[in-house]
């Protein structure tokens, strides 16, 4: 009778076990969907802050030169991407999630992008909007991952900081001229130019964020 008993108990173990282990491996697969779909989530999020953000704004700047909001939008779009980047950081060293995970930032700003492509194609329904998805993601995605890296963990706080704001002064002024450029002078070859330079930009601060966290690359440490 004893030795029944224990047989049973250990088939109990062995099934809580098996059970606990199929659900660590399922967890584990759904992990990077959970992770995209927060991101996306958060893409969401930072559009309507931007939104919000430029719509009060924009009553101060209504006898200002034409410039002048072009610029001001893009410093509020810079900012709160910025924000998010440093939430990101410290939820990430506070869950102890792998600090590559900060790369998913560029998920986020690609929703942002086709949110805010989304909205200027409902205003203004022409061919555009499918030439400024080429132009200006590349720029959502670019400044992401650039304050991707320029949050990544640093051990000398004052270089850590040194190295955000000057991120957050080249953002701003890369998406600013582009969309000084694209509003006040455009040309017949803006569309392709941008878009490549846009391009060939991107790629460079993926791959040095790659790098720089050892994610997807050669260079993770496992």
Known sequence: ??????????????????????????????????QGMTAAAAGVALWYAMRLGQGAVRPLFASAPEWLPLVVNAGIEEVLRLCLALIAAYA???LGLEPGTAGL????????????????LARFPTFDSYWRL????????GAAALFAIATAPDSNKLRRTKTVAVSLAA????????????????????PVAGTALNLIALTALV???A?????WSIYAER
């Open 1 to 34: 009778m004893k030795y029944r008993t224990l047989q049973e108990q250990h088939r109990r173990e062995a099934l809580v076990k098996a059970r606990s282990e199929l659900a660590q491996r399922w967890m584990a697969r759904l992990k990077p969907v959970l």
């Open 92 to 94: 990430i060293m506070r």
């Open 105 to 120: 930032a560029v998920v986020s700003a690609c929703v942002l992008a086709a949110l805010e492509n989304a909205s200027y």
């Open 134 to 141: 080429g132009y200006a993601l590349p720029i959502h995605a």
């Open 171 to 190: 953002a701003w002024t890369w998406h600013s001229a582009f969309n000084l450029v694209a509003a006040l002078t455009p040309f017949p070859a803006l």
């Open 207 to 209: 791959a040095a964020l």
């Open 211 to 215: 790098i720089r966290y050892g994610y």
